[in-house]
């Protein structure tokens, strides 16, 4: 073993509800330490996944979140002058910053008006299992799929 475990920092739970994996959510929308900016953001995006599914904002945003989690990805490994790509399962940590990153991501690239609404629509298109976050975990694992060969390769 040559590098040292990684100390995880303890991460506080989010001011209104009080959910750990909220709270790491908001980090990742977070850009240039506006902290009051993507609580705005989410919380707002909250309200409207409330108005429009009548049930508890948490329970759809940790549905959407557990929708987009990808269970295996592919890795590329060089092996014998060649590239391969290795289909490896994913850790549930990797797998929950992955779909963090993917739902941010595709919402930021909707065309709805304000961040607000694009991150609402993007996390109830999660939720009901459509959208471009969830074809993104498909698209990954028909890769893994299609590169099942080189399974052999894992180490």
């Known amino acids: 073993m040559r590098r040292r475990k990684v100390l995880e920092r303890q991460i506080l739970p989010d001011p ?6 909220l709270s ?10 506006k902290r009051s900016l993507a609580e705005k ?5 909250f309200d409207i996944l409330e ?3 009548k049930k508890q904002p948490l329970e ?3 549905q959407a979140v557990e929708n987009a989690r990808p269970l295996i990805k592919v890795v590329s490994r060089r092996i ?3 590239n391969y ?7 549930s940590k990797d797998a929950q910053a992955l779909a963090f990153r993917w739902l941010i991501d595709f919402a930021r690239k909707r065309s709805e008006k304000t961040m607000v609404e694009r991150l609402a629509g993007e996390l109830l298109s999660a939720y009901n299992k459509d959208g471009a976050t969830i074809k993104k975990r498909e698209d990954v694992h028909k890769m893994a ?6 399974a052999h390769f894992r180490f």
């Open 60 to 62: 759809v945003f940790n």
């Open 16 to 21: 209104k509800f009080g959910d750990k994996r």
């Open 41 to 45: 953001i989410v919380y707002g995006a």
């Open 85 to 91: 790509q290795v289909p490896t399962e994913v850790s």
């Open 24 to 33: 790491r959510f908001i980090n990742t929308v977070m850009k240039s330490g």
């Open 80 to 82: 014998g002058g060649s």
């Open 145 to 150: 799929e299609a590169n099942k060969a080189f």
């Open 51 to 53: 108005e429009k599914t």
